[in-house]
């Protein structure tokens, strides 16, 4: 499943399910894009006897980066949503995934898998206690279909 980036406020991306791409700027929210305007025209008008002061400048800084790592979060967390969601759909399934053995040899196994654990920012499949990386992965079938 290809997903594009995350467009829109930090509001709707919380709050919404779905994609906001191609959904409406709400004109009484502000993103991290209108922040940005609202600084940059502050500094641009401001008069230069009296320049922003250090702590105001610092303070408003730091506020346009909880802002951007509010969106960068609300951002991750839908991902992380969207992938539990095609994960869990793993439970219960036969899979094949190439293993390590003791002494470095590559093994082809063969399991049903128990549940999915997330590490790390990285998610395992769980067959019989071991955990196994989606990226070794090399089949996924139906465990009736198993041969």
């Known amino acids: 499943?290809?997903?594009?980036?995350?467009?829109?406020?930090?509001?709707?991306?919380?709050?919404?399910?779905?994609?906001?791409?191609?959904?409406?700027?709400?004109?009484?929210?502000?993103?991290?894009?209108?922040?940005?305007?609202?600084?940059?025209?502050?500094?641009?008008?401001?008069?230069?006897?009296?320049?922003?002061?250090?702590?105001?400048?610092?303070?408003?800084?730091?506020?346009?980066?909880?802002?951007?790592?509010l969106t960068n979060m609300a951002g991750e967390m839908k991902l992380m949503r969207q992938s539990l969601g095609f994960v869990s759909g793993l439970i219960g399934k036969s899979i094949t995934y190439t293993a390590t053995d003791s002494s470095g040899a590559s093994l082809v196994k063969t399991g049903i898998v128990d549940s999915i654990t997330f590490k790390d920012g990285n998610q395992y499949a769980n067959v019989k206690g071991e955990e196994i990386s989606l990226d070794k992965l090399t089949k996924i079938e139906d465990v009736g279909e198993t041969k």
Request: proline share 4%; glycine share 6%; aromatic share 4%.
């Open 1 to 69: 499943m290809a997903t594009g980036a995350v467009v829109g406020n930090v509001t709707d991306i919380i709050n919404s399910g779905k994609t906001t791409k191609t959904k409406d700027k709400d004109p009484n929210t502000l993103g991290k894009d209108d922040f940005l305007k609202i600084l940059i025209t502050q500094l641009q008008n401001q008069d230069p006897t009296q320049p922003l002061q250090d702590k105001e400048f610092i303070a408003q800084m730091a506020q346009f980066t909880s802002v951007e790592q």
